[in-house]
Structure formats: C-alpha cells, structure tokens
C-alpha cells in the first residue's frame, strides 16, 4: 500500500538546526515534496527530489534516499517565523496516473 | 498570495445539501488539483484537471465532483453533504500536469451542521 511517516511534533530552539524525518512505502514513487504550512494558511512548496542525494536551498535542505524509502528536512538558523507544520508528500505513479500522498504534517515549534 | 483564488472562503450548510466550490488558478497554468484537508485525516488528494481534462484520481468520493471549464477555472461539487464533509478545500495549479510546484489557493473553510 501506500504511507507516509512522519514525526507529529518537534521543538527547537532560535538558531538551531532541525531535521525532519519522513519514510515512506509506495509502489510508483516519482518524487518527493516538502511543503510549509502555517496555521490556517496554505501549503507553501519548499523542495522536490526525484533523485538520490541533497537538494539544498538557503536555509532548507531536502534530502532523498529511494532505496531506504526515506527523507529528511534540514532547517538550519531557525527562525521563529519557522513555526509551522512541514508535509512531506510523495508523488505515485502506479496507476498510470500521478497521485499524490501526503503526510500528516510535523508541526516544529521555534522557542526563543 | 500564490495567484490562485478560491471562493467562498467560507461556507455553512446542512447535511444533505449540495455546495460548489470554486477555483481559478494562476494565469498561465494549465492543472487544477484538488485536496481535502481535516484535522484527523491531513492533507488528501482528490482529483486533477489539466486543460479541461480529468487526469487522475485519489480518494474522492462518489458524492463529489469536479470539472474544469475552458478558461480553466474549476468546480468542486459535494452533494448529500455529511458532517465529515466539514473541511478545508484547497485548490492547486501548476503549470504542466506533472509539474513539481503546485501553487495552492487560501482553501474554502466548509461546515456542516
């Protein structure tokens, strides 16, 4: 079947650096997402890998591993404006078709 | 703001109603996704429009419907509205149907008493 695991909270401190976990098991992957979304907002994109290794942009960094069905998020200098929940999500393309599934969300929190 | 827009941002209804939500997406994009989001369930994907045409599916029920009309805004139709139907819906456009960036709308609140 198709799932998605990832942590429901973390906290961290101003400053610091965070890495947010996700595995996943799906039969057609064709990428993997990371998006941002603040409380009673929107998802925001933040990165896209479709290959194995580090995708890395500003402050955030994306990471791949397709064989241990595995990524990460990397958050370095937090800002407070950090807080938010993180999704990954995972693009399937068993079918024949794209789907997209999501997880649950990580909600960091950033403490001062 | 991404450039898509949904309406209404907000809706209460009754069970057993019917309510169309709509979305017109970022000038220029071609592909309309469609998600439900409840707090026990997260994020889920419904359906998929690229330039008029259904192209994939997720977990939408049979109650639900969508299509995407020529100048490319979309509908999302529920019928015989349960109270698990209260969400949030958002809209997404990208420019091409296997596009990376989707671009979400603010999302239509809805509630069903």
């Known amino acids: 079947g198709q799932n998605i695991d990832q942590p429901t909270e973390m906290t961290a401190t101003e400053g610091a650096i965070v890495q947010i976990n996700c595995t996943y098991q799906t039969s057609g992957f064709n990428g993997l997402f990371w998006y941002q979304q603040h409380a009673g907002e929107a998802p925001t994109f933040l990165s896209y890998n479709v290959l194995d290794g580090l995708e890395e942009k500003g402050r955030f960094s994306s990471f791949l591993s397709r064989s241990k069905g595995y990524s990460y998020l990397l958050l370095k200098e937090l800002q407070m404006k950090d807080s938010a929940s993180y999704l990954c999500a995972v693009r399937d393309q068993a079918s024949g078709t794209y789907k997209y599934i999501f997880g649950t969300g990580t909600r960091l929190k950033v403490l001062a | 703001d991404s450039g898509v827009t949904q309406t209404p941002k907000h809706l209460i209804t009754a069970t057993g109603q019917r309510v169309t939500l709509r979305c017109s997406p970022r000038s220029g994009d071609l592909s309309v996704y469609w998600y439900q989001q409840s707090l026990d369930q997260g994020l889920q994907f419904l359906i998929q429009y690229y330039n008029g045409e259904e192209r994939a599916k997720g977990n939408i029920l049979e109650r639900f419907s969508a299509q995407q009309f020529p100048d490319l805004h979309s509908e999302l139709n529920l019928s015989s509205l349960e109270l698990g139907d209260s969400a949030l819906y958002f809209c997404?456009?990208?420019?091409?149907?296997?596009?990376?960036?989707?671009?979400f709308g603010p999302g239509t609140r809805l509630t069903v008493l």
């Open positions: 997404a456009s990208s420019v091409q149907q296997g596009h990376n960036e989707q671009f």
